[in-house]
């Protein structure tokens, strides 16, 4: 054995758990139990009808419903994004940002450009023919405008309140 060549082998592991945070997403699983949850969750799904009724049908012959399609598309994803902030509780994590103003600021200027949006909207069908595809999905899109309008303002009225009761606090 004295020619026997002797080899060394050097094992390591590494774990790659180093470099994961450990943090995890916080959801606030009653959120859609509040009166702000509901509202929230009405605006999401009446504003999808709204600008959905619209997209279907010839609406670029009609240039006021790109105004429609504008506010209806716009509100829904920020709505999309503060419902996300919701559920996760971002909130918490970003103290800086007045959330109870932000929130009153958003749903206040909904509530006036869905108003707009829904009159707009409601003005338009007479340029559709009666008993058509356009002409339904129009007059269904300004009904589902006129209840995103309500929502919003139920939203703006919960927001109001709870801005008020947070500038008495302090």
Same mark, same amino acid.
């Given at each position: 054995?004295?020619?026997?060549?002797?080899?060394?082998v050097i094992t390591s592991t590494s774990s790659s758990t180093d470099n994961f945070s450990t943090s995890t997403l916080a959801c606030d699983r009653h959120f859609?139990?509040?009166? #702000?949850?509901?509202?929230?969750?009405? @605006? /999401? &799904?009446?504003? =999808?009808? &709204?600008?959905?009724? /619209?997209?279907?049908?010839?609406?670029?012959?009609?240039?006021?419903?790109?105004?429609?399609?504008? $506010?209806?598309i716009l509100y829904w994803v920020l709505t999309v994004i503060f419902l996300i902030i919701y559920l996760t509780m971002a909130y918490n994590r970003i103290p800086?940002?007045?959330?109870?103003?932000?929130?009153?600021?958003?749903? #206040?200027?909904?509530? &006036?450009? *869905? &108003? $707009?949006?829904?009159?707009?909207?409601?003005?338009? /069908? #007479?340029? %559709?023919?009666?008993?058509?595809?356009? *002409?339904?999905?129009?007059? %269904?899109?300004?009904?589902?405008?006129? =209840?995103?309008? =309500?929502?919003?303002?139920?939203?703006? *009225?919960?927001?109001?309140?709870?801005?008020? #009761?947070?500038?008495? @606090?302090?």
């Amino acid at each position: 054995m004295e020619g026997a060549a002797t080899r060394t082998v050097i094992t390591s592991t590494s774990s790659s758990t180093d470099n994961f945070s450990t943090s995890t997403l916080a959801c606030d699983r009653h959120f859609f139990r509040t009166a #702000s949850g509901l509202l929230v969750f009405a @605006e /999401i &799904v009446f504003g =999808l009808l &709204v600008w959905m009724l /619209i997209a279907g049908t010839e609406y670029f012959r009609v240039s006021a419903f790109g105004w429609v399609m504008f $506010v209806a598309i716009l509100y829904w994803v920020l709505t999309v994004i503060f419902l996300i902030i919701y559920l996760t509780m971002a909130y918490n994590r970003i103290p800086q940002v007045p959330w109870t103003t932000v929130g009153l600021f958003f749903n #206040s200027s909904a509530t &006036v450009m *869905y &108003v $707009v949006a829904a009159a707009v909207d409601a003005a338009s /069908i #007479s340029h %559709a023919v009666k008993g058509r595809h356009n *002409y339904n999905c129009w007059v %269904a899109s300004t009904f589902f405008a006129f =209840l995103v309008t =309500l929502c919003y303002a139920g939203s703006t *009225y919960l927001s109001f309140k709870f801005w008020r #009761s947070r500038d008495e @606090e302090q």
